[in-house]
């Protein structure tokens, strides 16, 4: 079974800093992809980056990018430049591959604070 | 921009009573899914829906959970008779394709949630 696992249940940043949110994971499926989600104050799910496991190159989404260590089954969060509507609850997420994908397992979450 | 849309935002019922947690998924979208979210808690994957029936389900999706189709746009989940601990966030998402394909294809798009309360 796939897990996930966020380390860091509170992270705070102050503003225009760069922030770095962990995840590990554990599978032995070689296709799959990792996802960033966003959950503001208002609940709703936000996506915010998304990484295939095939690609070595990190992903990258404007001022936020990913650190993919497929051998250490890592895959860490860059929020550079961070800014007010950034606090938000951060979830790391995983997905099968292939035909057997559709379902996202999240991390528990890491609650991050942006300070003026 | 095409979105999913949850009715209602929040939903307070009476332990026993069945609910009826509505979704329109985004219009050629062909994956659906709902998410459950107890309050403090991780997002827990209920279950997944394609081609009108279920594609997988977990553990927490047990009898008194179903999901259906009734028409082209409305996807929903009931709850036959209602727990305490059946509080919290309902997310429904859908996506385009599972996986592969090109950017974006197997992206879950989720919607503002239901709150469900039971008293």
């Known amino acids: 079974a796939q897990t996930v696992t966020q380390s860091q249940p509170e992270m705070s940043v102050q503003e225009a800093e760069t922030v770095t949110l962990s995840c590990t994971y554990d599978?032995?499926?070689?296709?799959?992809?990792l996802f960033w989600y966003k959950q503001p104050p208002s609940r709703q799910m936000i996506l915010v980056i998304r990484?295939?496991?095939?690609?070595?190159q990190n992903a990258t989404e404007n001022r936020f990018s990913v650190n993919f260590q497929k051998a250490a089954k890592s895959f860490s969060l860059k929020i550079s430049d961070s800014q007010l509507g950034d606090t938000a609850m951060y979830f790391c997420?995983?997905?099968?591959?292939?035909?057997?994908?559709?379902?996202?397992?999240f991390g528990q979450g890491t609650e991050l604070s942006v300070k003026p | 921009e095409p979105e999913v849309t949850q009715t209602p935002s929040h939903q307070v019922t009476q332990m026993g009573q069945e609910v009826i947690l509505r979704c329109v998924p985004i219009s050629n979208h062909l994956y659906f899914y709902w998410y459950r979210q107890i309050l403090g808690q991780k997002v827990e994957f209920l279950v997944s829906f394609y081609n009108n029936e279920i594609s997988e389900k977990s553990e927490i999706f047990d009898d008194q959970f179903s999901v259906e189709r009734p028409d082209g746009s409305n996807f929903t989940l009931k709850i036959r008779s209602t727990k305490l601990e059946d509080s919290a966030m309902y997310f429904c998402?859908?996506?385009?394709?599972?996986?592969?394909?090109?950017?974006?294809?197997?992206?879950?798009?989720f919607g503002a949630g239901t709150r469900l309360s039971v008293l």
């Open positions: 990484q295939e496991a095939y690609k070595q």
């Open positions: 599978t032995s499926e070689s296709n799959y992809y």
């Open positions: 998402a859908s996506s385009s394709e599972l996986a592969g394909g090109g950017v974006g294809k197997n992206i879950q798009y």
């Open positions: 997420a995983f997905m099968r591959g292939g035909n057997q994908g559709g379902k996202l397992i």
